[in-house]
C-alpha cells in the first residue's frame, strides 16, 4: 500500500506564509511527479503546482511568483511554500503522487487534505 501523509495547513491572515509538506510511503518503486491540488467549496479540485523526478515545475497562474514547490526525491516528500496568500488561496490542499510501485503498477495517489485558511 501507499500512503500520502499531508502536514502543515492552518490559519493566516492576508499576506502571511505557510509551508505544506507531504510524504510518501509503502511500496513505491519509484515516483514519476508530486504535487498539490487544492479545492474550494463549490469549485473543481485544481492544480496548484507538480515537480517531476528531472526539476521540470508547473504552477498555476494564480500562485506563479508567490508559492515555491520543491522535492526531496531520496525522502519521496514533497513542499510547498505559500507566500503573499490571499483569501481566493484558501481551500483543500491535497498532496499528490504519480507512481510505480513495486510490482511496477503505476496509479496516481492522493493524501487526505489538509486545510489553508486566509483570513481578510
Known amino acids: 500500500q501507499v500512503q500520502l501523509v499531508e502536514s502543515g495547513g492552518g490559519l493566516v491572515q492576508t499576506g502571511g506564509s505557510l509551508e505544506l509538506s507531504c510524504a510518501a510511503s509503502?511500496?513505491?518503486?519509484?515516483?514519476?511527479?508530486m504535487g498539490w491540488y487544492r479545492q474550494a467549496p463549490g469549485n473543481q479540485r485544481e492544480l496548484v503546482a507538480d515537480?517531476?523526478?528531472?526539476?521540470?515545475?508547473n504552477y498555476a497562474d494564480s500562485v506563479k511568483g508567490r508559492f515555491t514547490i520543491s522535492r526531496d526525491n531520496a525522502k519521496n516528500t514533497v513542499r510547498l511554500q505559500m507566500n503573499s496568500l490571499k483569501p481566493e488561496d484558501t481551500a483543500l490542499y491535497y498532496c499528490s503522487a504519480y507512481l510505480y510501485t513495486d510490482d511496477r503498477a503505476w496509479d496516481d495517489y492522493w493524501g487526505q487534505g489538509t486545510q489553508v485558511t486566509v483570513s481578510s
Open positions: 509503502g511500496n513505491i518503486f519509484r515516483i514519476i511527479s
Open positions: 515537480i517531476n523526478s528531472g526539476g521540470a515545475i
